[in-house]
Protein backbone atom coordinates (compact mmCIF):
# COMPACT_ATOMS: atom_id res chain seq x y z
CA UNK A 1 0.00 0.00 0.00
CA UNK A 2 1.60 2.99 -0.91
CA UNK A 3 2.13 5.76 1.81
CA UNK A 4 3.03 9.27 1.42
CA UNK A 5 4.94 11.01 4.16
CA UNK A 6 6.50 14.82 4.33
CA UNK A 7 8.89 16.01 6.25
CA UNK A 8 8.74 18.78 7.88
CA UNK A 9 5.40 19.29 8.82
CA UNK A 10 5.91 23.47 9.42
CA UNK A 11 8.71 25.54 8.89
CA UNK A 12 9.13 29.17 9.36
CA UNK A 13 12.05 31.07 7.26
CA UNK A 14 12.86 34.51 6.85
CA UNK A 15 12.45 36.07 3.43
CA UNK A 16 14.96 35.51 0.97
CA UNK A 17 16.03 32.33 1.84
CA UNK A 18 16.47 29.36 -0.57
CA UNK A 19 14.78 26.10 1.00
CA UNK A 20 13.90 22.61 0.57
CA UNK A 21 10.52 20.42 1.27
CA UNK A 22 10.81 16.43 1.41
CA UNK A 23 8.38 14.00 -0.03
CA UNK A 24 8.79 10.22 0.75
CA UNK A 25 6.53 7.13 -0.88
CA UNK A 26 7.16 3.63 0.24
CA UNK A 27 5.97 2.24 -3.21
CA UNK A 28 8.86 2.80 -6.38
CA UNK A 29 6.38 1.85 -8.82
CA UNK A 30 4.89 5.48 -9.38
CA UNK A 31 4.32 7.04 -12.66
CA UNK A 32 4.56 10.86 -11.97
CA UNK A 33 4.76 12.78 -8.78
CA UNK A 34 2.80 16.08 -8.37
CA UNK A 35 3.41 19.11 -6.18
CA UNK A 36 0.61 21.26 -5.26
CA UNK A 37 0.05 24.70 -3.23
CA UNK A 38 -2.93 25.22 -0.89
CA UNK A 39 -3.87 28.26 0.48
CA UNK A 40 -5.09 28.80 3.55
CA UNK A 41 -9.40 28.56 3.02
CA UNK A 42 -8.90 27.30 -0.90
CA UNK A 43 -8.27 24.58 -3.19
CA UNK A 44 -4.96 23.16 -3.83
CA UNK A 45 -3.15 24.48 -6.94
CA UNK A 46 -0.93 22.13 -8.98
CA UNK A 47 2.68 23.70 -9.13
CA UNK A 48 4.68 20.93 -10.74
CA UNK A 49 4.40 17.41 -12.15
CA UNK A 50 7.12 15.08 -13.04
CA UNK A 51 6.86 12.40 -14.98
CA UNK A 52 8.72 8.85 -14.32
CA UNK A 53 11.03 9.07 -16.58
CA UNK A 54 12.24 12.87 -15.68
CA UNK A 55 14.57 13.45 -12.71
CA UNK A 56 13.63 16.81 -12.30
CA UNK A 57 10.91 20.21 -13.46
CA UNK A 58 11.28 24.01 -13.15
CA UNK A 59 8.75 26.48 -13.01
CA UNK A 60 10.22 29.63 -12.52
CA UNK A 61 11.39 29.93 -8.56
CA UNK A 62 10.33 26.27 -7.97
CA UNK A 63 12.62 22.78 -8.79
CA UNK A 64 11.08 20.14 -7.86
CA UNK A 65 13.55 16.51 -8.33
CA UNK A 66 12.13 12.74 -8.43
CA UNK A 67 14.36 9.69 -7.59
CA UNK A 68 11.94 6.72 -7.84
CA UNK A 69 14.89 4.07 -6.64
CA UNK A 70 14.97 5.72 -3.03
CA UNK A 71 11.38 7.12 -3.25
CA UNK A 72 11.58 10.75 -2.77
CA UNK A 73 11.09 14.23 -4.43
CA UNK A 74 12.00 17.51 -3.37
CA UNK A 75 10.68 20.61 -3.81
CA UNK A 76 13.60 23.38 -4.14
CA UNK A 77 11.96 27.19 -3.55
CA UNK A 78 14.76 29.95 -4.72
CA UNK A 79 14.73 33.14 -2.89
CA UNK A 80 11.74 32.78 -0.50
CA UNK A 81 9.19 35.63 -0.57
CA UNK A 82 6.41 35.90 2.00
CA UNK A 83 3.74 35.25 -0.84
CA UNK A 84 4.91 31.61 -0.74
CA UNK A 85 3.52 30.82 2.87
CA UNK A 86 1.24 28.60 1.90
CA UNK A 87 1.08 24.35 2.30
CA UNK A 88 2.84 22.45 0.15
CA UNK A 89 1.16 18.78 -0.18
CA UNK A 90 3.03 16.23 -3.13
CA UNK A 91 1.19 13.73 -4.30
CA UNK A 92 1.60 9.81 -6.36
CA UNK A 93 -1.04 7.74 -8.01
CA UNK A 94 -2.58 5.32 -6.19
CA UNK A 95 -1.40 2.48 -8.48
CA UNK A 96 0.26 2.25 -11.66
CA UNK A 97 -1.79 4.28 -14.79
CA UNK A 98 -4.50 5.74 -12.35
CA UNK A 99 -5.82 8.77 -12.30
CA UNK A 100 -6.80 9.17 -8.25
CA UNK A 101 -3.65 9.98 -5.88
CA UNK A 102 -2.47 9.79 -2.76
CA UNK A 103 -1.92 12.99 -0.97
CA UNK A 104 1.00 13.47 1.64
CA UNK A 105 0.29 15.31 4.85
CA UNK A 106 1.89 18.34 3.60
CA UNK A 107 4.68 21.03 4.85
CA UNK A 108 3.07 24.43 6.17
CA UNK A 109 5.38 27.25 5.21
CA UNK A 110 5.84 30.69 6.65
CA UNK A 111 7.80 32.97 4.95
CA UNK A 112 8.58 36.40 7.00
CA UNK A 113 9.56 39.51 5.91
CA UNK B 1 -9.56 31.69 -16.79
CA UNK B 2 -11.34 28.30 -16.52
CA UNK B 3 -12.16 27.24 -12.64
CA UNK B 4 -14.14 24.80 -10.86
CA UNK B 5 -16.87 25.99 -8.87
CA UNK B 6 -18.09 24.46 -6.17
CA UNK B 7 -22.14 25.67 -4.30
CA UNK B 8 -22.06 26.45 -1.76
CA UNK B 9 -18.74 27.77 -0.13
CA UNK B 10 -20.18 27.10 3.61
CA UNK B 11 -23.18 25.09 4.68
CA UNK B 12 -24.03 24.32 8.72
CA UNK B 13 -26.79 22.02 9.15
CA UNK B 14 -28.41 19.31 12.12
CA UNK B 15 -27.00 16.01 12.20
CA UNK B 16 -29.81 14.07 10.55
CA UNK B 17 -30.42 16.53 7.55
CA UNK B 18 -29.65 15.84 4.15
CA UNK B 19 -26.82 17.83 2.50
CA UNK B 20 -26.04 18.51 -1.79
CA UNK B 21 -22.59 19.64 -2.19
CA UNK B 22 -22.55 20.56 -6.10
CA UNK B 23 -19.52 20.85 -8.63
CA UNK B 24 -19.03 22.50 -11.91
CA UNK B 25 -15.82 20.80 -13.63
CA UNK B 26 -14.06 22.74 -16.20
CA UNK B 27 -15.52 22.21 -19.86
CA UNK B 28 -13.54 19.51 -21.49
CA UNK B 29 -12.01 17.57 -18.41
CA UNK B 30 -13.05 14.07 -18.49
CA UNK B 31 -12.41 13.14 -15.21
CA UNK B 32 -13.91 14.22 -11.87
CA UNK B 33 -12.58 13.91 -7.97
CA UNK B 34 -14.53 14.16 -4.77
CA UNK B 35 -12.35 14.87 -1.70
CA UNK B 36 -12.62 15.20 2.29
CA UNK B 37 -10.10 17.20 4.06
CA UNK B 38 -9.62 17.25 7.73
CA UNK B 39 -6.91 18.23 9.70
CA UNK B 40 -6.99 14.44 11.32
CA UNK B 41 -7.46 12.80 8.44
CA UNK B 42 -5.60 14.74 5.85
CA UNK B 43 -6.90 14.62 2.24
CA UNK B 44 -9.27 11.38 1.06
CA UNK B 45 -10.19 10.49 -2.19
CA UNK B 46 -14.40 9.62 -1.77
CA UNK B 47 -15.04 9.07 -5.41
CA UNK B 48 -14.15 9.44 -9.57
CA UNK B 49 -15.34 9.79 -12.21
CA UNK B 50 -14.07 9.46 -15.98
CA UNK B 51 -16.21 10.26 -18.74
CA UNK B 52 -19.39 10.77 -16.10
CA UNK B 53 -19.38 7.41 -14.92
CA UNK B 54 -18.29 6.13 -11.53
CA UNK B 55 -14.97 4.46 -11.71
CA UNK B 56 -14.38 4.32 -7.80
CA UNK B 57 -16.43 5.26 -4.89
CA UNK B 58 -14.35 2.73 -2.85
CA UNK B 59 -13.33 5.84 -0.12
CA UNK B 60 -17.24 6.91 0.59
CA UNK B 61 -19.12 5.59 3.26
CA UNK B 62 -22.17 4.22 0.96
CA UNK B 63 -25.13 3.64 3.85
CA UNK B 64 -25.08 7.55 3.27
CA UNK B 65 -23.14 9.30 0.92
CA UNK B 66 -23.78 8.89 -3.06
CA UNK B 67 -21.73 10.97 -5.38
CA UNK B 68 -23.42 11.23 -9.19
CA UNK B 69 -22.95 13.14 -12.30
CA UNK B 70 -26.39 13.92 -14.33
CA UNK B 71 -24.14 15.76 -16.91
CA UNK B 72 -20.69 16.91 -17.96
CA UNK B 73 -21.55 20.12 -15.97
CA UNK B 74 -22.27 19.31 -12.99
CA UNK B 75 -21.18 16.56 -9.98
CA UNK B 76 -23.08 16.41 -7.30
CA UNK B 77 -21.72 14.77 -3.95
CA UNK B 78 -24.57 14.31 -1.12
CA UNK B 79 -24.83 12.90 2.67
CA UNK B 80 -27.68 11.75 4.14
CA UNK B 81 -28.21 11.45 6.91
CA UNK B 82 -25.16 13.83 7.58
CA UNK B 83 -23.58 13.40 11.20
CA UNK B 84 -21.19 15.58 12.84
CA UNK B 85 -18.23 13.40 12.14
CA UNK B 86 -19.09 14.72 8.40
CA UNK B 87 -17.76 18.09 9.54
CA UNK B 88 -14.58 18.67 6.59
CA UNK B 89 -13.96 20.66 4.06
CA UNK B 90 -15.04 18.47 0.57
CA UNK B 91 -13.39 19.18 -2.77
CA UNK B 92 -14.48 18.84 -6.21
CA UNK B 93 -11.27 18.54 -8.76
CA UNK B 94 -11.56 18.22 -12.37
CA UNK B 95 -8.58 16.60 -14.17
CA UNK B 96 -6.92 16.70 -17.72
CA UNK B 97 -3.60 14.99 -18.79
CA UNK B 98 -2.79 14.08 -15.16
CA UNK B 99 -3.41 17.57 -13.58
CA UNK B 100 -6.45 17.95 -11.17
CA UNK B 101 -7.51 21.52 -11.14
CA UNK B 102 -9.40 22.03 -7.15
CA UNK B 103 -12.27 23.58 -6.34
CA UNK B 104 -12.43 25.97 -3.52
CA UNK B 105 -13.75 23.54 -1.51
CA UNK B 106 -17.47 23.17 0.71
CA UNK B 107 -16.69 23.79 4.09
CA UNK B 108 -19.20 21.77 5.65
CA UNK B 109 -20.36 21.89 9.44
CA UNK B 110 -22.69 19.00 11.02
CA UNK B 111 -24.11 20.05 14.56
Known amino acids: KQEVTQIPAALSVPEGENLVLNCSFT??????LQWFRQDPGKGLTSLLLIQSSQREQTSGRLNASLDKSSGRSTLYIAASQPGDSATYLC????????????FGTGTRLQVFP | DARVTQTPRHKVTEMGQEVTMRCQPILGHNTVFWYRQTMMQGLELLAY????????DSGMPKDRFSAEMPDATLATLKIQPSEPRDSAVYFC?????????FGPGTRLLVL
Open chain 2, 49 to 56: FRNRAPLD
Open chain 1, 91 to 102: AVPRSYNTDKLI
Open chain 2, 93 to 101: ASGFNETQY
Open chain 1, 27 to 32: DSAIYN
